[in-house]
């Protein structure tokens, strides 16, 4: 930026530029950064960043994420996994064996109990089933099975 856009031409030849004579414009008057957060800047601290010092909760030293990696799937979305033509051939022929997903290769762990089931069995397997779901599966003649 040119010499003459600055706002300091302004205060050329005002012997302290805005800064005033006794308190003066020195380095760092507060500290550095969050300096004082519990001292001398608590005010701000508590009005603007409440609950920023301080610890919540307990500490686990060695979190395994992968224990409560359960993804889900509802029943209605059963029969959209299957591949394409599966449905129209069973719903043709209903006393024909029974399609078999296994959703645990399409990345869900536990099946849920949402939605209705056309009445065509279906074996599902999975890891999990919710009470709903196992009840539903049975309901129109399919079989729950559990994978390891």
């Not at 029969?79 to 296994?102: F, H, L, Q, R, T």
Request: glycine share 12%.
């Amino acid at each position: 930026m040119p010499t003459h856009l600055h706002h300091n031409r302004k205060k050329r030849g005002h012997v302290s530029a805005g800064h005033g004579r006794i308190g003066k414009h020195r380095s760092h008057p507060g500290g550095r950064g969050m300096a004082g957060g519990q001292h001398h800047h608590r005010i701000l601290m508590d009005k603007f960043h409440p609950g920023y010092f301080g610890k919540v909760g307990m500490r686990t030293f060695h979190k395994k994420r992968n224990i409560k990696h359960c993804p889900t799937v509802n029943i209605d979305r059963i029969w959209s996994m299957m591949p394409e033509g599966v449905y129209e051939k069973c719903k043709a022929d209903a006393s024909g064996p029974a399609p078999v997903i296994d959703v645990t290769k399409l990345g869900y762990f536990k099946v849920l109990g949402k939605g209705v089931l056309p009445s065509i069995p279906v074996i599902v397997k999975a890891k999990y089933f919710s009470k709903d779901a196992e009840k539903k599966i049975k309901a129109v003649g399919g079989a729950v099975l559990l994978t390891a």
